[in-house]
């Protein structure tokens, strides 16, 4: 198992290039399901989830091969099963429910694992298939879904979720008839999917919006597609300049996709802005704390919101971060005031008082955005951090401790030595 060693306390300055996007890149390898014909993906990360992913789907009939950010798709006789030693791993597994009901009539599918930040049911997805027609089942910790024939529907989500809407969507496409889906997610993902439905061939209106029009049956073409920039990676690099005090230039960074952080960044003191290169963010003054409640897109996303409690660490003041997502996404707080900081949880709300300095110390991350939120405090601390656990980073940030070394950090990865 390996950690990440840094030594911190300098100025990160130089560029950063942005990748494909983990969370676009997942649900659109899935929609592969739906295809008769062989396609490519540009763009896509070379992160375990994305590798995870294509084994899954290798498995299930689909010949999937990864080469230098491209993966392509050759259609095959699809099996229906996706085992629990692959869900378990990775909670986007769930996403092959609705493409594989679509084509095969039937799926089975083990209740999704993935990171420790909560309870996330999937009863959105299985009520809205259920009403295109499925029906499910609950067997020895697997989904077994059935149906003759998807058919169109009108679907209230009882509240906005990603995961939901890219699974009836995918499936809507291959139904029969009109799919109207109210309360959708909006999240930027959503729209890649929906974009990348659309140039193979599906009739969606209304992506980006609350209200998502999707007219079947389609047959999907084969298509060359390229995957959005990871809008959580770039936000993370932002943080990076502002918590080390220095000044980077993220190539490639989809800056439509940030408005709520960037504008809570700029609260705080960080000077942000576009040029013809990429977006420029540096940090010249003290920050200062500012609260941030975390909500669907358009609003503040949960998943910057352990970078942003880091950052505020070190900030003047307080501020409180209400976590209105997740129920149990702060447990990277314990490990950052190993550091030194000062925060106190209560609840769905956590209150950062900032604190002159963080100090090294060995940490263990639990999850996915806990862990960067980890390397961003260890970048600021003086003296040595290791952390921990590390592949939890690595599910979601392509060789980040290169790209940080490259920019001026001191961080370099090692094998952990195992206890006596």
Do not use: W
């Not at 879904?145 to 995961?163: E, Q, S, W, Y």
Request: net charge neutral; proline share 5%; glycine share 10%.
């Amino acid at each position: 198992m390996d950690k990440l060693v840094i030594e911190g306390g300098l100025p990160l300055t130089g560029s950063i290039e942005i990748n494909g996007s983990k969370n676009a890149a997942l649900p659109i390898l899935f929609a592969s399901i739906l295809h008769t014909e062989s396609l490519s993906l540009l763009n896509v990360p070379n992160l375990r989830d994305i590798h995870t992913a294509l084994k899954l789907l290798n498995l299930l009939g689909c010949v999937c091969e990864y080469q230098n950010g491209r993966v392509t798709v050759v259609p095959g006789t699809l099996l229906s099963a996706a085992p629990y030693d692959l869900v378990k791993t990775m909670r986007a597994s769930v996403l092959c429910l609705g493409p594989l009901l679509a084509r095969t009539g039937q799926a089975c599918v083990a209740k999704p694992g993935g990171c420790a930040i909560g309870v996330r049911p999937v009863d959105q997805h299985l009520k809205g298939l259920e009403s295109m027609g499925a029906r499910f089942e609950l067997v020895e910790g697997y989904i077994l879904g059935r149906c003759r024939k998807l058919h169109g529907a009108r679907i209230t989500f009882d509240m906005p979720t990603v995961g939901g809407t890219e699974n009836l969507l995918m499936a809507a496409v291959s139904a029969e008839g009109e799919t109207i889906l109210e309360n959708a997610a909006r999240e930027p993902e959503v729209v890649d999917l929906a974009n990348f439905l659309i140039a193979c061939g599906g009739r969606i209106e209304g992506q980006g919006t609350s209200r998502i029009r999707v007219v079947g049956p389609s047959v999907l073409r084969g298509v060359e597609y390229p995957v959005m920039q990871d809008r959580i990676e770039a936000g993370t690099f932002l943080v990076a300049a502002g918590i080390t005090g220095g000044e980077l230039l993220l190539r490639n960074c989809p800056v439509d996709a940030l408005d709520a952080l960037i504008l809570k960044l700029r609260d705080m003191g960080m000077e942000i802005s576009e040029t013809p290169d990429g977006v420029l963010a540096r940090c010249t003054r003290p920050l200062r704390c500012v609260d941030v409640t975390t909500k669907p897109y358009p609003g503040f996303p949960t998943d910057m919101q352990a970078q942003i409690m880091a950052l505020m660490c070190l900030a003047e003041g307080a501020g409180v971060i209400e976590e209105s997502i997740f129920e149990n996404r702060f447990l990277h707080a314990s490990e950052l005031e190993r550091m030194g900081a000062n925060i106190r949880i209560s609840g769905h709300t956590a209150t950062v008082r900032g604190t002159r300095r963080l100090t090294g110390a060995p940490v263990m991350a639990s999850d996915l955005r806990g862990a960067a939120s980890l390397v961003l405090a260890g970048l600021a601390a003086s003296g040595t951090t290791e952390i921990s656990r590390v592949y939890h980073l690595d599910r979601g940030y392509e060789k980040m401790e290169e790209k940080l070394a490259r920019v001026g950090a001191r961080i370099r990865r090692e094998k952990e030595t195992a206890n006596p």
